[in-house]
């Protein structure tokens, strides 16, 4: 299975700010941005305590389509990735940004 993903040229700063609008969305957003590199799909839920895998395939849809995540097959996994680089380039300091404030939010400055 493969999975589709905007280039750069195609991430649009709507869709950015309606994945990193949703809670659970912005806390696997948090996640992969504070520990890097690639997680399964289970080790994110697990760490969230967040709702089934199935509960989740919209949300890694969102965040996949909107140009935020890369999702990646491996095995019988996916693999989950923060497209940082990405980001920063088409937005600077957008992510720095929601980020900050989310941290804010929940207390952990």
Known sequence: MSYRHPERDQ????GVLTAL????RLS?????DETGGDHNCTSVLNTLGAPSK????????VLRESGVIRQEPSGRENLLSLRREDLDARYPG???AVLAGAR?????V
């Open 11 to 14: 991430i649009r700063v709507d």
């Open 21 to 24: 609008g949703n809670p659970l």
């Open 28 to 32: 696997v957003v948090r996640l992969l």
């Open 54 to 61: 199935s509960t989740m395939t919209h949300h890694w849809r």
């Open 94 to 96: 957008l992510l720095d």
């Open 104 to 108: 804010k939010d929940s207390g952990a």
